[in-house]
């Protein structure tokens, strides 16, 4: 049984605290905090019942230091954050001076992170008096943190995890229909789970990105080099091409070199050597048209390259469609909340996910490791 705040509120405690601080980094500096911020509410509710809060968190790279991110925390928390750098060399002041939120190193630093080592978990469980899960964003993935830590201390979800799972929940259990999804991105392998759950609950699905370049070339659509043209055409693959649900493009932005001007072309007339970088206006209003009538929506993946603003177009012109649409929208995956932070629009949503991974995982009916262990049994040290 999932144990929340309100069933166990905590005070007067050393807490640790799992976060999904993975969040990039450019130079010494976090390009995006979307996810730091997502935390804050979980972080202030345990300070607010007198708690001392140590966070735990990975960046993808085991080279790549959290001091940014404390930095960045201690800026938009509006309090000091200490930073450990070992959390296990015998010190045990993490709160000099009346600070009150330290943050541990990037796990990864430690090998028993990722081979989820028991030692490494009894360290941690060390460290504190009470675990509380709040990396919905790591939550499709195994770690000593994530997965054997909360066995061997009282242990929580915290406000943001809750919250990922409520709102998932209302699409998955009660969704408003008509239900539209709209998915992208680059690789069908992260994908095809919930695109094979929504053809069949879904009212439309809707597809762009190098997702939607193997389905058409399962209709024997040519893409010429695009990302997804050397992708394997399986027998699922085949199937959910033809499904009538399932709405792919019509015509596409392609640039044909490096210098060359960006041109959009009626998909069927690509050369051997184009790349599809984003999806066309023809599709744009198509897409737009379909979801028009929508009441919930999931959109996970950006329809082109969109971390180059010439191929950012589609996914920008679906995103304020959607913001001033009736729809429930929820939003998930990294490059898709990227690209409606830029453009100022992620607060118009009911919903954006800070999870990718996670938030696929979990639509598509599959259990996340994480959560799993929550819901286990203080296990015997």
Same mark, same amino acid.
């Given at each position: 049984m999932l144990r929340s705040f309100s069933h166990a509120p905590l005070s007067r405690r050393r807490v640790l605290v799992r976060v999904d601080f993975n969040v990039?980094?450019?130079?010494?500096?976090?390009?995006?905090?979307?996810?730091?911020?997502?935390?804050?509410?979980?972080?202030?509710?345990?300070?607010?019942?007198?708690?001392?809060?140590?966070?735990?968190? =990975?960046?993808?790279?085991?080279?790549?230091?959290?001091?940014?991110?404390?930095? @960045?925390l201690t800026r938009?928390?509006? &309090?000091?954050?200490?930073?450990?750098?070992?959390?296990?060399?015998? *010190?045990?002041?993490?709160?000099?001076?009346?600070?009150?939120?330290?943050?541990?190193?990037?796990? @990864?630093?430690?090998?028993? &992170? &990722?081979?989820?080592? *028991?030692?490494?978990?009894?360290?941690?469980?060390?460290?504190?008096?009470?675990y509380v899960n709040d990396a919905f964003g790591a939550a499709h993935r195994k770690g000593a943190s994530l997965t054997i830590l909360p066995r061997l201390l009282p242990s929580l979800i915290g406000l943001l995890f809750e919250r990922e799972l409520r709102e998932l929940d209302r699409v998955l259990l009660r969704?408003? =229909?008509?239900?539209?999804?709209?998915?992208?991105?680059?690789?069908?392998?992260?994908?095809?789970?919930?695109?094979?759950?929504?053809?069949r609950v879904a009212d439309r699905v809707?597809?762009?990105?190098?997702?939607?370049?193997?389905?058409?070339?399962?209709?024997?659509?040519?893409?010429? @080099?695009?990302s997804g043209s050397a992708e394997p055409i399986t027998r699922e693959v085949r199937r959910l091409a033809q499904s009538p649900k399932i709405l792919l493009p019509r015509d596409a932005r392609i640039r044909r070199n490096r210098r060359g001007r960006v041109l959009?072309?009626?998909?069927?007339?690509?050369?051997?050597?184009?790349?599809?970088?984003?999806?066309?206006?023809?599709?744009?209003?198509?897409?737009? @048209?379909?979801?028009a009538p929508a009441r919930t929506v999931v959109w996970n993946g950006p329809l082109g390259l969109a971390e180059e603003p010439a191929f950012a177009i589609a996914t920008l012109a679906i995103a304020r469609a959607l913001s001033r649409s009736r729809a429930e929208v929820v939003v998930g995956g990294g490059d898709t909340v990227a690209v409606l932070d830029r453009a100022g629009l992620a607060g118009t949503f009911r919903h954006v996910s800070t999870g990718g991974g996670a938030m696929l995982a979990y639509l598509a009916g599959e259990k996340l490791p994480a959560l799993e262990a929550l819901k286990k049994p203080k296990a015997k040290n």
């Open positions: 990039p980094i450019v130079g010494q500096s976090v390009g995006d905090d979307f996810r730091i911020r997502a935390a804050l509410p979980t972080i202030r509710r345990l300070l607010g019942r007198g708690n001392r809060v140590i966070l735990l968190s =990975h960046a993808s790279d085991p080279r790549q230091t959290l001091k940014p991110v404390a930095r @960045r938009i928390l509006g &309090e000091p954050v200490a930073f450990i750098m070992n959390p296990f060399g015998g *010190r045990k002041d993490f709160f000099p001076g009346g600070i009150r939120v330290a943050l541990v190193e990037n796990l @990864r630093f430690w090998r028993g &992170e &990722e081979s989820c080592s *028991r030692a490494f978990a009894r360290a941690l469980a060390r460290l504190g008096d009470a969704p408003r =229909h008509p239900l539209v999804a709209v998915l992208g991105g680059a690789k069908i392998e992260t994908k095809l789970g919930i695109l094979r759950r929504f053809e809707l597809v762009g990105g190098a997702v939607a370049n193997v389905l058409l070339r399962a209709r024997g659509v040519s893409v010429g @080099r695009s959009i072309i009626p998909l069927g007339r690509l050369a051997p050597g184009d790349s599809v970088l984003d999806v066309g206006p023809r599709t744009v209003a198509e897409f737009r @048209r379909a979801l």
